[in-house]
Nanobody, 123 residues
Framework: QVQLVESGGGSVQAGGSLRLSCAASGRTSIHYAMGWFRQAPGKEREFVAS????????YYADSVKGRFTISRDNAGNTVFLQMNSLKPDDTAVYYC????????????????WGKGTQVTVSS
């Protein structure tokens, strides 16, 4: 089992920035890909970004490309999502995720999920 705990959410005006963090604990001896999904009110959960264990591969949703950057620390157990040029459409609960395989918008849902952190962008 892997436990994921997100932090860094909050409220910001459009054009601002936020940095989300997610710490993994538990069975972290297995090399997991990690990433982020989000769910806005009244909408389906959607893929945001993911990064492989070895940092070499990343995926981004088209809606965040060029604005969001995913990274992870050298130990591999913490993943970050730097969000710049935020828009009101980015308002959502952001979920940290992990899986044994790298995932993107076309793959199945990751195995492990955090409880989520709220991001609110006002116009």
């Amino acid at each position: 089992q892997v436990q994921l705990v997100e932090s860094g959410g909050g409220s910001v005006q459009a054009g601002g920035s936020l940095r989300l963090s997610c710490a993994a604990s538990g069975r972290t001896s297995i090399h997991y890909a990690m990433g982020w999904f989000r769910q806005a009110p009244g909408k389906e959960r959607e893929f945001v970004a993911s990064i492989s264990w070895g940092h070499s591969n990343t995926y981004y949703a088209d809606s965040v490309k060029g604005r969001f950057t995913i990274s992870r620390d050298n130990a591999g157990n913490t993943v970050f999502l730097q969000m710049n040029s935020l828009k009101p459409d980015d308002t959502a609960v952001y979920y940290c995720t992990a899986d044994g395989s790298l995932f993107n918008s076309e793959s199945g849902g990751p195995l492990y999920w955090g409880k989520g952190t709220q991001v609110t962008v006002s116009s």
